[in-house]
């Protein structure tokens, strides 16, 4: 399906422009690469600990980004200078893409109805459902189901309520279509299975009103698994994730570089999105790929745009409760990941983008092959267990166990950080954190690199499936 964005697409995507790959960036993913086939023949022939060395080497390197997490989270410490307003409050639209969601539908509308500072629109972006939706918006919000392809009148019973019917195509190519009613300043994408905490959208709005330069920003989102045991275990795992994710984000605001926004909760200026070519249906993680476009715009075009993660704003997503369905999450998050370092591969060590070229696309690049280092040297663990090498197993464990108390003692911190910065909504708490820090290294994060791993043959086989997801109902926190 042709997107009312396209040509605006091709002409600012690298994907349709294919630039050359200059030097650093070759000698950054090459030299990445070569190190770990380097490391790996080592690891056959060297003796004592640097026989391990893929193992040291992917410690430090992770112990580095804790210690960066760190300096650039401080002053989170301290009261955050307020915002002042600067400009016209920008008018709100909300986009919601759902495919067979009704049964968290409900739920997601009712917290959007719930705001201290409401929307002026809200758009369910119907991606050709086939289960409940239709009957869901029809006889709980009052809205006669438009034809294909249009939007309806808004609902008698929420304000500002609309129902798109979009023959499916896929979440892209029905954020774009749902961008074509969009009449305000900003929007935000919120997902079907995303539950926004009252005062989420006054701390957006407020955010575009104070900064004209911002064109996206990220809300601090936190995950919500089901109640079964698998899901308590990944529920549990994924908030510590989720809390050191988002201080990393904001480590990264702190030097403009901040390129992840959650397109479960996300703000966008309108305009800014329109000029760039809207969202790229080609990408399996098309928001991540909407702000290195967003980005790369501003600084080709000497425009002040930046990117921001807000701790104000607030939300819980559904989170995958089982094994097979985190594996597919990661597997998807990761191949898209793929995808866009290869597209835009020649922004990578680039000075003309400043900070974002020569420090985050740089450790971006050292990321595509963070698992497969991480794996290997778990791998050479096992085999060293099992060949009877246990002098070498005492070096490596001191290794291991100083990882550990640093990670500790990072949780513990970074708890106490995330608290202030938040409003103390977490369900984290410190006991548990010293039991995810000592079990994490040898099961919830394994099972993120076999996800990316997974991804990477996601990437090279160039597939496109998300595979079925499990849908539970999510309240605010």
Request: proline share 5%; net charge positive.
């Amino acid at each position: 399906m042709t997107s009312p964005f396209d040509t605006a697409l091709h002409a600012n995507s690298p994907r349709f422009t294919r630039p050359a790959t200059p030097l650093p960036s070759l000698f950054i993913h090459g030299g990445v690469a070569l190190l770990w086939v380097l490391l790996f023949i080592h690891a056959f022939h060297g003796r004592g600990i640097s026989a391990w060395s893929v193992g040291i080497i992917y410690i430090a390197y992770d112990t580095a980004l804790l210690a960066f997490t760190f300096w650039k989270t401080l002053p989170l410490g301290r009261a955050a200078p307020q915002m002042p307003a600067n400009g016209p409050r920008p008018s709100l639209t909300i986009i919601v893409a759902a495919f067979n969601e009704d049964a968290v539908l409900a739920g997601t509308i009712t917290a959007l109805g719930q705001q201290s500072d409401p929307a002026d629109a809200i758009i369910i972006a119907d991606d050709g459902s086939t289960d409940g939706t239709a009957a869901l918006l029809s006889s709980c919000y009052g809205i006669s189901p438009p034809p294909e392809g249009c939007i309806s009148a808004t609902s008698p019973v929420v304000p500002g309520l609309r129902w798109l019917r979009a023959p499916h195509g896929g979440k892209s190519t029905t954020l774009n279509l749902a961008l074509t009613h969009v009449e305000t300043t900003m929007f935000l994408t919120v997902d079907a299975d995303t539950a926004l905490d009252t005062h989420a959208l006054h701390a957006m709005r407020s955010a575009f009103q104070a900064s004209p330069g911002l064109v996206a920003a990220t809300g601090v989102l936190a995950p919500a698994c089901d109640s079964s045991l698998s899901g308590q275990f990944f529920e549990w795992f994924q908030t510590y994730e989720y809390i050191r994710n988002f201080l990393g984000r904001y480590a990264w605001s702190q030097m403009d570089s901040l390129l992840l926004i959650s397109g479960a909760f996300a703000g966008f200026r309108t305009s800014a999105v329109l000029t760039a070519g809207g969202f790229d249906p080609d990408c399996l993680v098309e928001d991540y790929e909407l702000i290195h476009r967003l980005r790369r715009y501003g600084y080709d075009h000497n425009l002040n745009w930046h990117s921001t993660v807000l701790g104000a704003a607030r939300a819980r997503t559904a989170a995958p409760s089982s094994i097979l369905g985190f594996l597919r999450q990661r597997r998807r998050w990761f191949g898209g990941f793929l995808q866009t370092q290869l597209w835009y591969r020649d922004m990578v060590g680039a000075s003309r983008y400043h900070r974002l070229g020569r420090a985050m696309l740089p450790v971006k690049a050292i990321d595509t092959f963070q698992p497969i280092y991480g794996l290997c040297a778990f791998g050479f663990l096992l085999w060293y267990l099992f060949t009877g090498q246990l002098a070498l197993l005492i070096p490596v464990g001191g290794f291991i166990t100083a990882k550990i108390i640093i990670d500790l003692a990072f949780h513990l911190w970074s708890i106490h950080l995330y608290r202030r910065w938040v409003g103390g909504q977490t369900k984290a708490n410190f006991g548990l954190a010293i039991l995810a820090s000592i079990a994490e290294p040898f099961s919830f994060q394994l099972l993120r690199h076999l996800g990316a791993s997974w991804g990477w043959l996601y990437f090279l086989t160039g597939q496109r499936s998300w595979g079925v997801q499990k849908r539970a109902a999510v309240k605010p926190a």
